[in-house]
């Protein structure tokens, strides 16, 4: 089994029913989302990827194990987003019910979340709806994220997440961080973006 991919095999396979259930909360590939369902997803968003930003910054052992936390925060790409769209910010609630970021497998379970969603945001960006299309290049920082580089980023988290999540107990730690980030991200979201009415309740 190739060692670089087996803990991150094992971190989507174990959170896939939870990522579908956070994408059913991003109502912003809907064929009538409109500005209104942008703006709140690009606050929603904001509000939970701020803090836990700020919590992946100040913990050492991310720090130490390489994963260089300023330069993969996508906190600032969604304020200016906002600020292209002529909304403040600051004045954005921040989510206060956020996963615990204490061990270092935890934290990069927790990690996995914020750095996987790069890989999604390139698809979402390539099929925005009518309404929402010409925003790219204006107010889709978020989306684009990372760019070019979004691959290469991608593998070097894969180098760390295979160097350090390297025992079982580990990767089980990981798994527990990832699942806790998507459902404290699903209850943030929930009261603040559109709800998917049948689709939600079919998969309650
Ligand atoms: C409408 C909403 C969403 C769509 C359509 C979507 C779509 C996708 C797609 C297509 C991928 C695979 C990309 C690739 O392998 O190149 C992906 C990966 C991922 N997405 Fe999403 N996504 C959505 C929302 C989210 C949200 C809200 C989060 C959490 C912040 C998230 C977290 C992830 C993670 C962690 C991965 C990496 C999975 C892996 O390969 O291990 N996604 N998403």
Do not use: Q
């Amino acid at each position: 089994m190739n060692p670089v991919c087996e803990p991150l095999r094992r971190l989507k396979d174990d959170t896939a029913a939870l990522h579908l259930r956070a994408e059913l909360h991003v109502r912003i590939l809907d064929a009538d989302a409109t500005l209104t369902d942008y703006r709140d997803y690009l606050a929603a968003m904001l509000g939970y990827h701020a803090p836990l930003e700020d919590l992946l910054g100040a913990h050492d052992g991310l720090g130490a194990a390489g994963f260089d936390a300023p330069r993969r925060r996508r906190a600032p790409m969604l304020a200016a987003d906002l600020c292209a769209l002529s909304d403040d910010p600051r004045e954005v609630p921040r989510c206060t019910a956020l996963p615990a970021v204490t061990s270092l497998a935890r934290a990069l379970g927790v990690a996995y979340v914020l750095e996987g969603s790069t890989l999604g945001g390139r698809y979402i960006l390539a099929r925005l709806p009518p309404a929402l299309a010409g925003l790219r290049g204006h107010a889709t920082a978020f989306l684009t994220g990372h760019g070019p580089e979004t691959g290469a980023r991608w593998r070097d988290f894969a180098a760390i997440v295979a160097r350090e999540l390297n025992t079982p107990a580990a990767e089980a730690e990981a798994v527990a961080g990832a699942r806790e980030t998507f459902e404290r991200l699903i209850d943030w979201l929930a009261p603040r973006t559109r709800a998917a009415g049948a689709a939600l309740r079919e998969a309650s």
